[in-house]
């Protein structure tokens, strides 16, 4: 498989230090193998806030045979802001997201992930410190896929991720068309775990327990 570098800029909050570095990868016969989280996406639980149509990011997640599928997108409503909050069926190490935005200045032009929070809303998103955030990519020429790599060690365990896309690049409403994540995951035990109590003492128990402690004194 090839690969197009090109620059840019992935934050990385916990130390603070800066990374170049994205992907440009051309699209092979084995690429949809990679993107295999589309499976753990709970769907039909998907939100997004200031989506133009309700229910429209919902259908940025598909599969790769669809990913160019240009007729289902998520567009921005009263400005160019978009929050999408995804939660998972199961456990999830996230190595990399890729978005496929546009066309030209709709395309945002930085994302910020925050893991394991269903809070995130545009009051909080501005001042709460992202797991990490990255400038995206404006033009990916066609045939390839921008492809954003994540500090695996920090999106070990997902449960819950929110992405934040806070401008673009000039126009008045943000677009996306696809959103792949790239990862391994986990299944969840939901089985309850059962305790079982002594509800109600039984005498004839406690005299057994009596006399054989007795027994044991005289002896």
């Known amino acids: 498989m090839s690969h197009c570098r090109d620059e840019h800029h992935d934050h990385d909050h916990d130390d603070h230090s800066h990374h170049h570095g994205h ?3 051309h ?3 084995d690429r949809g193998a990679e993107y295999t989280l589309y499976k753990q996406i709970d769907i039909d639980n998907v939100r997004c806030l200031n989506e133009s149509v309700e229910g429209a990011a919902k259908t940025v997640f598909k599969t790769w045979e669809q990913r160019g599928d240009l007729t289902k997108y998520v567009e921005s409503d009263a400005d160019e802001q978009l929050i999408i909050n995804i939660p998972f069926t199961a456990s999830i190490k996230l190595k990399s997201i890729a978005i496929f935005g546009g066309p030209g200045e709709k395309a945002p032009s930085r994302m910020k992930a925050y893991i394991n929070r269903d809070d995130v809303d545009f009051d909080t998103a501005d001042t ?3 797991t990490q955030e990255w400038e995206l990519v404006r033009d990916v020429p066609k045939g390839q896929l921008a492809e954003y790599p994540t500090r695996i060690a920090k999106f070990s365990n997902v449960r819950n991720l929110t992405l934040y ?4 690049f000039g126009d008045d409403t943000s677009r996306i068309y696809y959103i792949g994540l790239k990862g391994e995951w986990m299944e969840i035990n939901k089985d309850p775990i059962i305790t079982i109590y002594e509800l109600a003492a039984n005498p004839a128990d406690h005299k057994a327990k009596a006399d054989q402690f007795a027994g044991q004194m005289i002896q």
């Open 23 to 25: 992907d440009h990868d």
């Open 27 to 29: 699209d092979g016969p």
């Open 128 to 130: 709460t410190e992202p």
């Open 165 to 168: 896309f806070p401008e673009n």
